[in-house]
Nanobody, 120 residues
C-alpha cells in the first residue's frame, strides 16, 4: 500500500507564492508518476501538474509559467511551487501517485488534500 501526505497549503494573497509537498511512503516502485490535482468548490478534480520518476513533466495550460513541479526520488517526495497565485487557484490540492503493482495493473493513490486559499 501507498500513503501520501501533503503539506504546505494555507492562506496567501493574490500574487503570492506557496510550496506544496507530498511525501509518499509504503511500497514505492522505481517507476511511477506523481502529480497534483486541484479541486475548487463544486468543481471536478483537475490535473495541475505531474512528473514521472524519470523527470518528464506535464502541466495544465492555466498554470504554465507560474507553477513548477519537482521531485526528490530518494525521499519519495514531490513538490509544487506555486507563484503568482490567482483567486481561481484556490481550492483543495490533492497529491496523486500512479504505479504498476505486482499484478501488473496500474493503481492510483491519493492524499487527503491540502487547502489553498487565495485572497484578492
Amino acid at each position: 500500500q501507498v500513503q501520501l501526505v501533503e503539506s504546505g497549503g494555507g492562506l496567501v494573497q493574490a500574487g503570492g507564492s506557496l510550496r506544496l509537498s507530498c511525501a509518499a511512503s509504503g511500497v514505492i516502485r522505481s517507476t511511477n508518476r506523481m502529480g497534483w490535482y486541484h479541486q475548487a468548490p463544486g468543481k471536478q478534480r483537475d490535473l495541475v501538474a505531474a512528473i514521472t520518476s524519470g523527470g518528464t513533466t506535464d502541466y495544465a495550460e492555466s498554470v504554465k509559467g507560474r507553477f513548477t513541479i519537482s521531485r526528490d526520488n530518494a525521499k519519495n517526495t514531490a513538490y509544487l511551487q506555486m507563484n503568482s497565485l490567482k483567486p481561481e487557484d484556490a481550492g483543495v490540492y490533492y497529491c496523486h501517485l500512479r504505479q504498476r503493482e505486482e499484478d501488473l495493473l496500474e493503481y492510483n493513490y491519493w492524499g487527503q488534500g491540502t487547502q489553498v486559499t487565495v485572497s484578492s
